[in-house]
Every structure is written in C-alpha cells, then in structure tokens.
C-alpha cells in the first residue's frame, strides 16, 4: 500500500499530522467539558494533552504500523469569516482489530468553529481517502446516541445509522446508548 501523501487540503482546510507543539492547541478544544461530554474521557489537563498528542504522532497512516491515521484539522490561510489558519479540531481513522478492510472514523471539532461546514468538509476528505486510497471496503462510526451533532454530520456525510445500541455502554457513571452509522464502498457509487 503507497503511503499517503500528507497534508490533505480541501478549499478551505489542511489536514495535517500531528506534532509536539498542537499540545496546546488540541488542549483548548479537548478541555471544553461541552467538548468532552460525550466522549468516553473526561476533558483534558495540560499533562493528559501532552500525552494524547504523543501517543497521535506515529499514526500516520493505516499502511503503518499504527494502522491508523490521526490528523489535526486547521482552517486554511486567507479564509474570510476566520483571521489566519488554526487548528479547529480532529479527525481520525483506524483500522478494526480484525480487518484490514474495515476501519473506524472519528472527529471532534472545536464549538467555536461549528455551523460553517468544516466538519463535513473534513469528513468526506477522509471518506475519500479510506475509499480511493486505501480502498476500504467500510467505515463506521459510533457515538453517544445523546451527541446529535455527531450523528447529523454521519449523516450529512451520507453514512447510513445502522444500529441503535440500548444502554450498551458504561461512560462516566452511567449506561449510555451507542449509535452506529456505516457507509461501504459502494454506497459512494449510488449516491
């Protein structure tokens, strides 16, 4: 499998791997408890920040040994609604434990950045990518049933919900519901 040719860029984004320094950055937006809500860690400290990055840094691809591919979503320079580029979230793909053509999509955005469409922008990117690059046969996501805005983008993204998991979950001191969206490679064909 070639590697990936990195950064990625759409019109108005570059996605990017990680690097020691988006510590701080990646801290503002993983920090937010509105932010980490739904996800299944509580919000960041500094130190966690540091290591999260870390452990983001050699996954740069699903042909490497990480088999995964982790990128910092920064707004592209020269955007009028927004001063400069910065770094206004994450998305991520995986690999399933026990495929090589099934993988898990995941991203977290910054609040702030939200209702201009970058999310959608860098999701179908990395849809792009697992499909025309990597020639996934699927992607799924998965989701606090209760995180809507998640869900809507899987579904803007053209993702079908394939399951509604009732109370499947143990997330911060209670039973939570998981959502499931998936997309194969020949959803893409038909749309």
């Known amino acids: 499998m070639e590697p990936l040719d990195l950064p990625l860029t759409t019109d108005r984004l570059r996605l990017r791997t990680y690097r020691e320094s988006d510590a ?6 993983f920090s937010r408890e509105d932010v980490a ?4 860690e509580d919000p960041w400290t500094t130190e966690v920040a540091r290591t999260k990055v870390s452990e983001r840094i050699p996954r740069t691809g699903l042909e490497t040994e ?3 591919l982790a990128l910092v979503v920064e707004t592209a320079d020269g955007l009028e609604d927004i001063e400069g580029s910065r770094v206004i979230g994450d ?4 690999l399933d434990n026990d495929s090589d053509e099934k993988a898990e999509v995941g991203w977290i955005l910054d609040p702030a950045a939200s209702g201009h469409g970058f999310a959608t922008e860098a999701a179908i ?3 792009n ?9 699927r992607v799924f996501a998965q989701m606090d049933a ?4 998640s ?13 509604h998991l009732r109370k499947d979950l143990w997330s911060k001191g209670e039973w939570t519901d998981t959502l499931v969206f998936g997309m194969l490679s020949s959803d893409r064909h038909q749309a």
Do not use: P
Request: no cysteine; charged share 20%; proline share 0%.
């Open 125 to 127: 990117a990395v849809l």
């Open 91 to 94: 998305i991520a793909i995986w």
């Open 66 to 68: 990480s088999r995964a």
């Open 129 to 137: 990518v697992a499909f025309d690059h990597y020639g996934l046969h």
């Open 37 to 40: 809500q739904f996800l299944l």
């Open 24 to 29: 701080e950055e990646q801290l503002r937006i």
């Open 151 to 163: 869900a809507n983008l899987a579904k803007r993204i053209g993702m079908r919900q394939e399951a």
């Open 146 to 149: 209760r995180n809507t805005t």
